[in-house]
Nanobody, 115 residues
Framework: QVQLVESGGGLVQAGGSLRLSCAAS????????MGWYRQAPGKQREWVAT???????NYANSVKGRFTISRDNAKNTVYLQMNSLKPEDTAVYYC?????????WGQGTQVTVSS
């Protein structure tokens, strides 16, 4: 069974940092491009960052220079290091795995940035 389990969300003051983790089932992690998306209240889900199996990364302009996505293939885990957080980063953050055919989602983890 495919599973994506996020952790690491919480409440942080503006300017602070958080690191999100997403543990994936082994069956999909090794062959998936992994990504993070977020959804703020009243807004559509938006893409944040992705990392390929070859560790090529891409970022949304809104987070470029502040967020870093990485993956540990031995642990089947993808991370999102978030620095210099802003109130507008407040959202539920979702882990995503794309195999090229199928897309899988985690249950989400709340990140709240206070001003």
């Amino acid at each position: 069974q495919v599973q994506l389990v996020e952790s690491g969300g919480g409440l942080v003051q503006a300017g602070g940092s958080l690191r999100l983790s997403c543990a994936a089932s082994r069956t999909i992690f090794s062959r998936s491009t992994m990504g993070w998306y977020r959804q703020a209240p009243g807004k559509q889900r938006e893409w944040v960052a992705t990392i390929t199996g070859g560790r090529n990364t891409n970022y949304a302009n809104s987070v470029k220079g502040r967020f870093t996505i990485s993956r540990d293939n031995a642990k089947n885990t993808v991370y999102l290091q978030m620095n210099s957080l802003k109130p507008e980063d407040t959202a539920v953050y979702y882990c995503n795995a794309f195999t090229g055919v199928y897309t899988y989602w985690g249950q989400g983890t709340q990140v709240t940035v206070s001003s």
